[in-house]
């Protein structure tokens, strides 16, 4: 078995800890609580591997046990177990104990609505919505585990580059840990929801001349430079906590895997995440069965896709563009863990357009359940395989939700009201303070 394939520790691999820190390229050995950014090493992304979880006399639990474990837990209220990512605590940080840095998150719900499971061609279509997070993104979940492990190293000060979720993340985790937080976002490229909430949590908030993939370069070489503590999705502690999405829907749907996991993709943490949920849960007999990733990617945005149509033989970089903001990555930094989560799993990629993200949008939104456009590519990705016949109608999909409907206003406002070319645009009607004015309203839409 080459190195990167060990999914937990064995009997006699790193005596007395629970965890260590292992590079993905050459499998140089950390301690879970060296704040290295990389492997000192050769320079590759760092993981986190587990010893498995097992009860008192050290005998590793079945899958049968653990799945007991973590539905009792469901049950808790307080402290840890009342968050959706620390009650899975002895799979993402065991020895965490009570330092935590805690809102808490996770606890979203498995949406089914019959709208959007006609639009997608879908019935058994479920919307995992992780807009219900505490800042309304799925960034939550990972951030408070690498909030919690900043605190633990001692951390000065924390920082991310950002398309905006991850810097409003950041932000409020940074506030309640009593850390400085260090955003670095594409000026002019972040939605306004996202903005305000960084503005708001008290984030020093850097507008840098160039695009996501800039800052991202820029981030990493100030971090080095100047020992902040960095928290973007190449920190394997964030991966870790957003493992747990997955934990919890598997656990939602009583541990019998869906056929797909479908996801919008950009800087590819997630996939890979997804990915490394999946190969543990499996391994630790969770899930008897792996759902197939389908990572979505926006067309003008798709390094991934276009490396995934070529049997991923190259590496790929794009000058991104694309209205979903949140994903307006060219140089995707997890993109190795992703092939293998995609290869793993038998899974996809595929881009949709800007114009097939508005329209499932529109249709998210207009159930009532509302989401970001990033978010939407998801449904979109749904629908376009259903189209193909890659999955049928009566197949068990569960689609992510990445983000909230209020991150991005902006484009809400040009869909419904600057906008002539998008269906289901829902106009506001300006009127006298009369009530003939409203009856007129009302009957021009009864006739309309
Ligand atoms: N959906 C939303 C709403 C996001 O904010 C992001 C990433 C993704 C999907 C893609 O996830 O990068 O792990 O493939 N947002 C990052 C940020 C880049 O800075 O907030 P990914």
Same mark, same amino acid.
């Given at each position: 078995m080459a190195i990167s394939?060990?999914?937990?520790? /064995?009997?006699?691999?790193?005596?007395?800890?629970? /965890? +260590?820190?292992?590079?993905?390229?050459?499998?140089?050995?950390?301690?879970?609580?060296?704040?290295? $950014?990389?492997?000192p090493v050769c320079g590759s992304l760092l993981a986190i591997v587990h010893r498995a979880p097992a009860d008192a006399n050290g005998v590793a639990l079945t899958g049968a046990a653990l799945r007991e474990r973590l539905h009792a837990r469901c049950c808790g209220m307080r402290g840890g177990h009342g968050s959706g990512v620390w009650r899975y605590e002895s799979l993402i940080m065991p020895t965490a104990g009570d330092a935590i840095t805690s809102h808490p998150e996770g606890n979203t719900p498995l949406l089914n609505r019959a709208r959007v499971q006609q639009f997608a061609g879908c019935d058994g279509l479920l919307l995992k919505h992780e807009g219900y997070n505490p =800042? #309304? /993104?799925?960034?939550?979940?990972?951030?408070?585990?690498? =909030? =919690?492990?900043? +605190?633990?190293?001692?951390? /000065?000060?924390?920082?991310?580059? &950002?398309?905006?979720? =991850?810097?409003?993340?950041?932000?409020?985790?940074?506030?309640?840990?009593? %850390?400085? #937080?260090?955003?670095?976002? $594409? *000026?002019?490229?972040? *939605?306004?929801?996202?903005?305000?909430?960084?503005?708001?949590? #008290?984030?020093?908030?850097?507008?840098?001349?160039?695009?996501?993939?800039?800052?991202?370069?820029?981030?990493?070489?100030?971090?080095?430079?100047?020992? %902040?503590?960095?928290?973007? &999705? %190449?920190? $394997?502690?964030r991966v870790e906590g957003q493992k747990t999405i997955v934990f919890e829907l598997l656990q939602q749907l009583e541990w019998d895997a869906p056929d797909f996991i479908v996801l919008p993709a950009g800087n590819l943490g997630n996939t890979a995440a997804f990915g490394k949920a999946l190969r543990e849960a499996h391994a630790l007999g969770l899930i008897t069965r792996l759902p197939r990733i389908v990572s979505v990617q926006a067309a003008g945005s798709a390094p991934f896709a276009k490396g995934f149509s070529e049997g991923f033989t190259t590496r790929h970089r794009v000058q991104a563009e694309t209205i979903a903001t949140a994903i307006r990555i060219g140089d995707p930094a997890s993109w190795d863990r992703a092939v293998r989560a995609i290869r793993e799993t038998n899974g996809l990629v595929l881009s949709v357009t800007d114009d097939e993200i508005i329209e499932a949008k529109v249709v998210v939104d207009a159930a009532g359940v509302g989401c970001e456009p990033a978010s939407a590519a998801s449904v979109a990705g749904v629908r376009q395989l259903v189209r193909a016949g890659v999955i049928r109608g009566s197949d068990r999909v569960v689609a992510i939700l990445t983000g909230h409907v209020l991150k991005d206003p902006g484009t809400l406002v040009n869909i419904h009201q600057e906008r002539d070319d998008v269906a289901g645009a829902n106009r506001p009607i300006e009127i006298d303070a009369t009530v003939d004015a409203v009856a007129r309203v009302i009957s021009n839409s009864r006739s309309s």
């Open positions: 394939d060990a999914v937990f520790l /064995s009997a006699h691999e790193a005596p007395g800890a629970q /965890s +260590v820190q292992r590079c993905d390229g050459c499998g140089h050995e950390l301690d879970e609580r060296d704040a290295a $950014p990389a492997c =800042t #309304g /993104s799925f960034k939550d979940r990972g951030m408070t585990v690498g =909030t =919690t492990q900043a +605190v633990r190293t001692g951390a /000065s000060a924390v920082a991310c580059a &950002s398309t905006g979720n =991850t810097s409003a993340s950041l932000a409020s985790y940074a506030a309640q840990a009593g %850390i400085p #937080g260090l955003v670095f976002v $594409p *000026a002019g490229k972040v *939605a306004l929801g996202k903005m305000a909430q960084t503005l708001a949590y #008290g984030a020093r908030t850097l507008l840098v001349r160039g695009d996501f993939d800039e800052c991202l370069r820029l981030v990493q070489a100030a971090s080095k430079e100047l020992g %902040i503590y960095l928290l973007n &999705s %190449i920190n $394997p502690w």
